[in-house]
């Protein structure tokens, strides 16, 4: 008892002296995802004013904010408009959200980041939406020949070149039109559903490579696992230097899922993506729904991130999912205590309205 007793005041001293001494550090996230479903920020600017303000008075110092979700985007985009001839979702029409939220957080000293949710997902629970007439061979598909899908979700193939395109497009055009202090890519880019990789395009790609060998019946195989994988690093690192050329100081971050499931579900190779410089931050999404579980993941993600590369890495939180969840006040804080424990300076939460719904506030 006395020892748990005398773990607690240390815990507890040492985050009071992060907070005294370091907590405005340029190097510390603690941020919070903002998106557009079960979320109404985005639709006015006094919504988005209330939003900045919580977030202001939650201490919190960064805004990740969804850009790219469900097949339009929340802000007028002509790559949009090139490409599929619409050019916003018409939850915004005459309003842009993204430059209203830049404009009010920076005001406060928060920085904003877009997040490019959808990622190489074209759709949610539609095969024949806009996206998948118009270009049917971007459209990722598994062994049986099925459109490539997961959990509701249906995507392209992350290998093409030409959704490849699209999405630098996409990242490149609103790093160019707003004053953004980052972009970020999360379980779906880069990512795809580990199950694909026999359409058309990834079959000849991957005989020009193997001698004219089919690849593995078995999807999952470790070698096609990696061969995937690689070429979806090389997507990162273009990407991130694309971002860098347009604006330098524009950081990029990624939000994967917990490694190694991501790379064996998704393809998400992150831990390489730290060692060859092409992530300014990692995100990973610690979504865990008790203490005994989260420490058991954070634990494993403290194995994996090698200590020079500790400060790129800040958890995610889950703290509410829609009406159906809602994070206690008192297992929140338990994560941030042990966040620090382990090393991890920072953390974001999924999502904003939990902001909303705790009587208390995030740090004290």
Known sequence: MLKKIGCFIIVSLLIQSLFAQGYDSKDTIRGTWITNVASNVLLSKDSILKAVNNCKQNKLNHIFVVVWNNGVTMYPSQVMEKYIGVKQSKRYKNFDPIECIINEAHKQNIKVHAWFEFGFSFAYKDSTNNWAKKYPHWIGRKRSGEMLNKNGFYWWNALHPEPQQFLTELVAEVVSKYN??????????????????????????????????????????????????????????????????????????????????????????????????????????????????????????????????????????????????QSSAILTQQMIELNRKYGFMGEVFFYYETLNRLKEKIYK
């Open 180 to 325: 953004i202090d980052g972009v970020q890519g999360d379980d779906r880019m880069p990512a795809n559903p580990s199950e694909g990789g026999y359409d058309e395009y990834s079959l000849k790609c991957y005989e020009s490579e193997h001698n004219g060998s089919q690849p593995p019946s078995n999807a999952k195989d470790s070698m096609f696992i990696n061969w995937k994988a690689q070429k979806l690093n090389i997507f990162a690192k273009q990407l991130y230097k694309k971002v860098k050329a347009v604006k330098p100081n524009c950081m990029v971050t990624w939000a994967p899922s917990i490694y190694p499931w991501c790379k064996q579900e998704y393809l998400q190779d992150w831990p390489t993506w730290l060692e060859e410089g092409y992530a300014d931050y990692i995100l990973p999404q610690l979504y865990r729904y008790n203490i005994n579980a989260y420490e058991k993941i954070l634990k494993e993600l403290n194995e994996t991130v090698p200590a020079k590369f500790k400060h790129k890495v800040f958890p995610g939180i889950l703290t509410s999912l829609g009406d159906g969840y």
